[in-house]
């Protein structure tokens, strides 16, 4: 199917809370993941994005809330779910003293594959991600962007029409990252739903659908495009003068800018007000006596847009 037709829903989370004593790890989380699209948890280390996948997938029951996959309730009906996923995360549990072609078939048997189907199955993943002249090789033997590929190989190897991707590049070098990226990409267009959680907030820009987490809850969601189109009042500005470091040094008490950082030959701030912010960083820097070569809004990256909505969200409205 194409990636831009409608996508008939495989994910649906509602007002979804997960607790654990005191600590609210997920508050009150919604989102939606169709048929064939790639949909990015987004947010670092601690954000929740993993409670969703182990909730999901049936590890951890929810606080309250509604989960559901495939259309089946994940706190009801687990058996049900679990037919309709596979998983892959950092830590995946392949077994280094087994041949890679042994991992996929202790994986077939895991997720019940008949036995009928199995070389069938083990051939086509091998075949995707790469590996079908390593089969041979013991797991231990292959690096770690081959060992990458073969986890993935057995979180699919039962052909499930749902993907749980858990911070699956974490610790790969980035062209392993961005050939990786080449496989999810595959697995959407074969019309697979794909959930993927990530800290690195380029891969952001390779998700049809994003939820940017903070703190358990969720600051901004839709597409990249539109989610760095829609700054609200803030903006993303280029500065340039003839004194970088001096500009950064006069400009670092201004209460209109939320972040600054050193771009090429110049500098890029984050305000919070752009009409204001420009007003006020030109009036700065002319009573400092330092010339304004450039200062014009730019476009604002995935990373800008996360420290944006969560500056927002912490401002009285």
């Given amino acids: 199917m194409s990636r831009n037709a409608p996508h008939a829903v495989i994910v649906e989370v509602q007002d979804l809370v997960k607790r654990f004593g005191s600590f609210t790890a997920v508050d009150h989380v919604s989102f939606q993941v169709g048929q064939g699209m790639i949909f990015g948890l987004l947010g670092p280390n601690g954000a929740g994005k993993s409670t969703v996948i182990r909730i999901l997938s049936g590890l951890l029951k929810p606080t309250a809330g509604l989960a559901k996959v495939g259309g ?8 049900q779910v679990r037919r309709k996923f596979g998983y892959m995360s950092q830590k995946f549990s392949l077994y280094d003293d087994l041949l890679v072609e042994e991992n996929l078939e202790f994986f077939s048997g895991i997720y019940g594959v008949p036995k009928r189907q199995r070389v069938g ?6 075949e995707m991600v790469g590996l079908a002249d390593r089969g041979k090789l013991y ?3 292959l690096a770690g962007g081959w060992r990458q590929r073969l986890a993935l ?3 699919i190897v039962h052909d499930p029409p749902l993907v749980f991707l858990d911070e699956p590049t974490s610790g790969v070098d980035p062209v392993a990252r961005r050939t990786f990226w080449d496989l999810i990409y595959q697995l959407a267009e074969s019309g697979r739903a794909v959930l993927v959680t990530t800290h690195y907030m380029d891969e ?3 998700c049809d659908q994003l939820a940017l987490m903070h703190a358990g809850k969720i600051v901004a969601a839709g597409d990249p495009a539109s989610l760095k189109r829609d700054l609200g009042s803030h903006a993303v500005l280029r500065l340039e003068t003839a004194d970088s470091t001096e500009s950064m040094r006069v400009l670092e008490t201004e209460a209109h800018i939320l972040d600054m950082s050193i771009a090429g ?4 701030l984050i305000v919070r007000d752009k009409e204001k912010g420009i007003a006020s960083i030109r009036e700065t820097l002319g009573r400092n006596n330092l010339t304004i070569r450039r200062l014009d809004p730019v476009e604002a990256s995935i990373a800008d847009v996360f420290e944006i909505r969560i500056d927002a969200a912490a401002r009285p409205s």
């Fill in 204 to 206: 952001a820009e390779y």
């Fill in 72 to 79: 089946a309730d994940v706190a009801t009906e687990p058996e």
């Fill in 139 to 141: 797991t231990h033997e």
């Fill in 153 to 155: 190989a057995c979180a």
């Fill in 265 to 268: 030959s110049g500098l890029q």
């Fill in 121 to 126: 199955r083990k051939r086509a993943v091998l």
